[in-house]
């Protein structure tokens, strides 16, 4: 399988074990980097989520039943 890109290439999509899915990928000087969908390396789709809410618990106030 080939794993080289032209130079306008900018993102491809490719499986990310981490997001268990194909995403976008960004590509610099032919070569396929990271994965684009996920913004903190270490966190799990899981902790992603629970990251997610915390960060909009800053900005919505607090709804009762939601922990
Ligand atoms: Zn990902």
Redesign the pocket.
């Known amino acids: 399988m080939s794993e080289h890109y032209t130079s306008s290439t900018e993102s491809d999509l490719k499986y990310?074990p981490?997001?268990g899915r194909r995403?976008v990928h960004a590509v610099s000087s032919g070569r396929i980097g990271r994965?684009t969908?996920?913004q903190a390396p270490r966190l799990s789709q899981r902790q992603q989520r629970a990251a997610d809410k915390r960060a909009a618990a800053l900005v919505a106030p607090r709804l009762p039943g939601i922990d």
Do not use: N, P, Y
């Open positions: 990310c981490r997001c995403t994965c969908e996920h």
